[in-house]
């Protein structure tokens, strides 16, 4: 065991960490060099929130902390929709997503403990708070009366900057639902606030099986000996994890940190899920990449590390499409009775693929 992690969390601790958040330009100028009147505008219209935790990891400029934490007067200057996945029109009951037919995304709070710069609902995380424990009871009621659901993603903002009783009253009223056989959590209190994850959170959640998290770690100096206590209290609360991870410009987008970041996440129990194609949301676009960028990181991925270590590229369709992966092209021709296929190594071979004896004695 690491000798770094003292004691074991208590819930005290991530209120203390997350009460001495930095929420304010002139607050950030006092501790890190940041111009503060540059930044007073983009925090009036995207909030920032840097949790003590997340500071003490942010030792200077542009490193990976930093750059996905401290705004940037470019998220203004940005001119792409405020919602272009349309989350929005398909909200049946506002804070529930429902875009695929079995299951559906209940954004049970709008608070972070981190506002990500690169947030896909930079629209609405952190603003003024809409009237989240109502819309929590609607959603309740819709997923009640739509038995084609049979999952329930929570999501937000953050699920755990609730507290744990109000989690669990929430867990308790879905599993009650007949139809509802599956419960996730999408969460990043991991890596931006591990000490959230207390052992009495971990029991807690132990009692809804099978309920599955996927956390969201972007750098491999995310996991640190606090955020590794976190995935182990987890998994070892039976807990299948999962990570999502988003491909984000001078924080992981080359093929040494992606890999870096993937080897580190299986060392802790955390399957690697997806690697998001960053949406094209207002004010984050100084921080996407080209798609290129993903399918060479992937390319370079395949052989290197170990497949279960290997996430899908995913890119979410403007418009509520829904996600689609991409995988680097392998297929070089395909030609009758063969195709020609490149490995990870750049190899080209030739596959068979007329398959077993056909019925119209094709050759
Ligand atoms: C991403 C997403 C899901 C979950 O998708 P999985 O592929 O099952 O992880 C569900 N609903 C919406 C609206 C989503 O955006």
Redesign the pocket.
């Known amino acids: 065991m690491p000798d770094s992690v003292s004691s074991t969390p208590v819930a005290s601790d991530w209120k203390k960490e997350l009460a001495a958040s930095i929420v304010s330009p002139v607050a950030l100028a006092r501790v890190r060099p940041v111009d503060a009147v540059a930044l007073a505008p983009v925090c009036v219209r995207y909030p920032m929130r840097i949790n003590s935790y997340w500071l003490s990891m942010m030792r200077q400029p542009e490193d990976p902390f930093w750059r996905q934490a401290v705004p940037d007067a470019l998220e203004l200057e940005d001119g792409a929709q405020a919602d272009p996945?349309a989350?929005e029109d398909?909200s049946p009951v506002p804070g529930l997503?429902h875009?695929?037919p079995d299951?559906?995304?209940f954004l049970v709070s709008d608070r972070c403990a981190m506002y990500c710069r690169h947030c896909m609902r930079k629209r609405r995380v952190g603003r003024p708070a809409a009237a989240v424990r109502e819309a929590v009871a609607a959603g309740i009621d819709y997923i009640r009366a739509t038995p084609a659901i049979e999952e329930v993603?929570l999501s937000g903002g953050d699920p755990l900057m609730l507290d744990d009783a109000v989690l669990e009253e929430i867990l308790a009223r879905l599993k009650e639902i007949r139809h509802v056989h599956l419960l996730r959590i999408h969460t990043r209190m991991p890596s931006s606030l591990p000490r959230r994850v207390t052992a009495s959170l971990a029991a807690m959640l132990g009692r809804f099986h099978p309920l599955y998290i996927n956390i969201q770690f972007n750098h491999p100096a995310e996991m640190t000996p606090e955020a590794a206590e976190a995935c182990r209290c987890l998994a070892d609360a039976g807990i299948p994890l999962g990570c999502q991870s988003v491909l984000i410009r001078g924080v992981n987008d080359d093929p040494g940190t992606m890999a870096a970041l993937m080897r580190v996440l299986l060392a802790h129990r955390v399957r690697p899920y997806?690697l998001h194609q960053m949406d094209p949301v207002q004010g984050t676009a100084h921080l996407r990449t080209p798609i290129e960028t993903g399918l060479a990181i992937l390319a370079a991925l395949r052989g290197r590390i170990p497949g279960i270590g290997v996430p899908q590229l995913m890119i979410?369709l403007p418009g509520g499409g829904g996600?689609v992966p991409l995988l680097p092209e392998s297929v070089v021709s395909r030609g009758p009775g063969t195709w020609r296929v490149r490995n990870y190594n750049g190899e080209v071979f030739d596959y068979p693929v007329s398959g077993g004896p056909e019925k119209g004695g094709g050759s």
């Open positions: 996945l989350e398909q997503i875009r695929y299951r559906v995304v993603i997806y979410d996600k």
